[in-house]
């Protein structure tokens, strides 16, 4: 008898199908190459600065042992250099301790912003001036329409102490030993609610005038309406401000990431979400640096689920939700031209970008093997 011609018709297309997905399938590339990179025939080809199967290394370059910002007399603990085309000068905006204190034993009343300026990326950097003083830490600068802006934690004076070693926590005057949703407690204890400020001038080298950083729906969020730290903000092209930040200290010492919006760098802001970006535990993460390009948006942080050394490159495109990769972007090994390689604690990540917006340099604060004072790290990248 014979085959209805339908039936090896209907066979054969599935079949092809069948094939068909398997090639898809074949040429999909790795976690969509990080948004860091084009998939071409089931490979990734990563943009300037990035590495990998899936795009999410950075590549880094050796540095010289005294490059970035490395006072031998007081300890810094990272920042960004803005370049000056007048002056033909980077300046740095770093957290700088004052009276040799180390970071870890005094940032709580010490950190001051200082400016520090090079010819060269990389550095060296050479401290200028106090741009704010105690307590003020974890800065990050922009240029608005002609305006230098410096977002930072702190914001309110203190009376920085001359140490040589660690020191207990402190209570700042008129702060509760917690902070809460109704008493933020800035300044008590180790990252209990520090509190976000903008400070703004025209001029590299000031005045600056300052103000806090307010949030106009932060109550309605039982995870970021109190202890907000670590801003790390986008500057869309219209002059308006996403800005990434570490929030809720005061719900069990647990801190996580938000993401807020404004319209002008001043603020207000608006909660973008009231639920965590990432859900690790019990500690989630930490020290976020967020941006946007073409192709979504984008984030690197560390102290994943308490774990202080995995750091991480995370996104997020058309979907909204945020893919992170298992691989960390850096790692504690710093390598050196001029000095052997050294481990190396690396915190507060953040980037610089060229004028195409492609990634130039990777900044953090370390502290380095023996060294007794902690560096702010400016590693230029492999483009």
Not at 332 to 356: G, I, K, M, S, Y
Request: aromatic content about 12%; charged content about 15%; glycine content about 8%.
């Amino acid at each position: 008898p014979l085959v209805p011609v339908a039936q090896p018709l209907q066979r054969s297309m599935l079949q092809w199908l069948s094939f068909a997905f398997m090639i898809s399938l074949a040429r999909a590339c790795l976690r969509d190459c990080s948004l860091n990179g084009n998939c071409v025939e089931g490979s990734c080809h990563c943009e300037s600065g990035w590495q990998g199967e899936a795009c999410d290394l950075l590549k880094l370059q050796p540095i010289d042992y005294n490059s970035g910002y490395f006072n031998q007399s007081a300890a810094s603990w990272g920042g960004l250099p803005l370049y000056d085309s007048n002056s033909q000068q980077w300046s740095l905006f770093a957290a700088e301790m004052l009276y040799g204190c180390d970071v870890f034993g005094s940032w709580k009343n010490n950190s001051r912003v200082i400016r520090a300026t090079s010819k060269d990326l990389a550095g060296s950097y050479t401290f200028q001036e106090q741009v704010l003083p105690s307590f003020s830490h974890n800065p990050t600068v922009r240029q608005i329409n002609g305006t230098y802006v410096v977002y930072y934690i702190g914001g309110w004076d203190m009376e920085p102490k001359h140490c040589t070693s660690k020191e207990s926590p402190w209570t700042a005057p008129g702060c509760t030993p917690e902070p809460s949703p109704t008493d933020d407690g800035c300044g008590c204890g180790l990252n209990e609610g520090c509190g976000i400020h903008v400070a703004y001038s025209s001029s590299l080298s000031g005045p600056w005038e300052t103000q806090p950083v307010l949030f106009t729906n932060a109550n309605s969020s039982q995870l970021f309406d109190c202890a907000r730290t670590n801003p790390s903000p986008f500057v869309h092209p219209n002059g308006s401000i996403t800005m990434a930040f570490n929030a809720g200290f005061c719900h069990n010492h647990l801190e996580t990431i938000g993401l807020g919006h404004a319209d002008d760098f001043k603020g207000p802001f608006t909660l973008l979400t009231s639920t965590a970006i990432f859900t690790d535990g019990p500690h989630q993460c930490e020290d976020p640096f967020f941006w946007i390009d073409s192709a979504g948006w984008h984030m690197l942080g560390h102290d994943f689920g308490g774990n202080i050394a995995f750091y991480a490159h995370s996104f997020t495109g058309q979907s909204g939700s945020w893919v992170r990769s298992p691989n960390s972007p850096y790692n504690e090994t710093v390598v050196f031209t001029d000095h052997e390689a050294l481990a190396c604690n690396v915190q507060r990540p953040q980037l610089v970008f060229d004028v195409d917006q492609h990634p130039v340099a990777l900044t953090n604060g370390a502290q380095c093997g023996q060294d007794k004072l902690q560096r702010t790290l400016i590693r230029p990248l492999q483009l």
